[in-house]
């Protein structure tokens, strides 16, 4: 008996050691390739860097065509992993319906597409600025900000994310503009649709965080009408800038509100030159206000922070002189880029943080009981301890489970009673 216990304590050791080799042989194939994948895509990024001043450019006057036709497409080479991309600028229409040039990119997962092809999200993202510069697709990484991209792509879902107006191609800029927003977000659908080898289907779901969020859901509303060939089964929002009035109320007394009204002043002082004067628009602003809007403007949200902040900290209480939700014609305006003007007849997803200080619980809780005023199939989930920022990552999982109940019979449990 005790001839053999020593034997027995030794192999187990050997065991383990080679256990332990073998999981640190395995770790280091699988940094390595994460660190090769890594590196793949960055250096394509810096090439397709490169390319971007001459893709981005258009010949004046720009080429006019039908909302969705595409007028220049390239390919992504830093596409992630097991799909492919593309960049493209296609036709859309503004606020006044006239032709106006958008960019965008357009993501599908390799292999072969279902019967019938994919069915394409279309992604609407957050604030990132409202200067040409600021565009999501002009980064080195043109997907970093479309908040669940590998979870859907491995889903099977094709994505197409737009820049919005006045991003990525040079042009007046849409911020917060919900009507040329959502033509955008519909506009690269159709444009996804004709490329060769994407095999799109005409079968769409919306998907938008903040920012995004309201222009998803003008998408939502407008999308019978604007785009009737495309068959829209539900739209999905996190921590959505739906109610613009109170958005503007709850935050305007800090650095989100005064960052946020130094982009839409010029977007909508161009947008209702009809209807309003610019001196009408920007009488709110006080004298600092109105010096350092230009500026503020021209910043991107996202990569020029410090700089944002430097202009932005010290006109904390002293950049307007009233609240834009009760002064006019900002209330006007601000009710008329609100959610909620039309019922939504999709399923609605909803995700909000419950420690979110810029899109506030109680202004989205307010947003689905107007759904529900509505007769709208609402989903609202809420995240204890989830701020802006986290809202549509917090969300995924829920989003991942309720995308499959669309269109194929099922009646997800909703919150209107």
């Known amino acids: 008996m005790n001839s053999g216990a020593p034997a027995a304590h030794t192999r187990r050791p050997r065991r383990m050691r080679r256990t332990l080799l073998i999981i640190a042989a395995i770790l280091v194939v699988v940094l390595g390739l994460a660190a090769a994948e890594f590196a793949r895509r960055y250096f394509e990024g810096q090439a397709d860097l490169k390319t971007d001043p001459a893709f981005y450019t258009l010949p004046s006057p720009a080429p006019t065509g039908d909302p969705g036709e595409i007028i220049r497409i390239e390919p992504i080479a830093s596409a992630p992993a097991g799909s492919t991309a593309w960049r493209v600028i296609y036709h859309s229409t503004d606020l006044a319906g006239d032709d106006v040039p958008v960019s965008g990119v357009v993501i599908v997962p390799d292999g072969p597409a279902p019967d019938g092809g994919r069915t394409v999200i279309s992604w609407a993202h957050p604030t990132t600025g409202a200067a040409a510069k600021c565009a999501p697709s002009l980064g080195l990484d043109p997907f970093q900000y479309i908040e669940g991209l590998h979870e859907l792509l491995a889903e099977g879902y094709a994505i197409a994310a737009t820049d919005y ?62 785009a009737p060939e495309l068959k829209l089964q539900g739209v999905a929002v996190a921590a959505p800038a739906a109610n613009l009035n109170a958005l503007m109320t709850d935050d305007i007394i800090d650095l989100s509100g005064v960052t946020i009204a ?55 209480g002293g950049y307007v002189t009233s609240d834009p939700a009760t002064t006019e014609p900002w209330k006007t305006l601000l009710e008329e880029n609100s959610a909620g003007g039309q019922p939504v007849t999709v ?67 909703g919150n209107c009673g």
Not at 405 to 413: E, F, I, K, S, V
């Open 262 to 316: 130094s982009l839409a002043i010029p977007a909508y002082t161009v947008a209702y030159a009809d209807r309003y004067t610019a001196d009408e628009i920007t009488a709110i602003l006080t004298p600092a206000g109105v010096k350092a809007t230009p500026e503020m403007a021209e910043l991107c949200l996202l990569t020029q922070t410090k700089e944002l902040h430097a202009i932005a900290d010290p006109l904390v």
């Open 347 to 413: 399923p609605v997803f909803v995700g909000q943080g419950e420690a979110d200080q810029l899109v506030r619980p109680s202004a989205t809780e307010g947003y689905v009981k107007l759904l529900c005023s509505q007769k709208a199939d609402v989903t609202f989930h809420t995240y204890p301890d989830i701020d802006h920022g986290l809202a549509a990552y917090a969300a995924l999982p829920d989003l991942l489970l309720w995308l499959p109940t669309l269109g194929d019979g099922r009646t997800p449990a």
């Open 165 to 226: 107006p006045g991003l990525g191609v040079d042009g007046q800029s849409s911020y917060l503009l919900g009507v040329p927003e959502s033509n955008s977000v519909l506009d690269i659908v159709r444009a996804a649709r004709t490329i060769d080898g994407a095999d799109i289907s005409d079968r769409v779901v919306l998907w938008g965080h903040s920012q995004g969020g309201q222009a998803a859901l003008f998408a939502a509303e407008r999308a019978s009408s604007y």
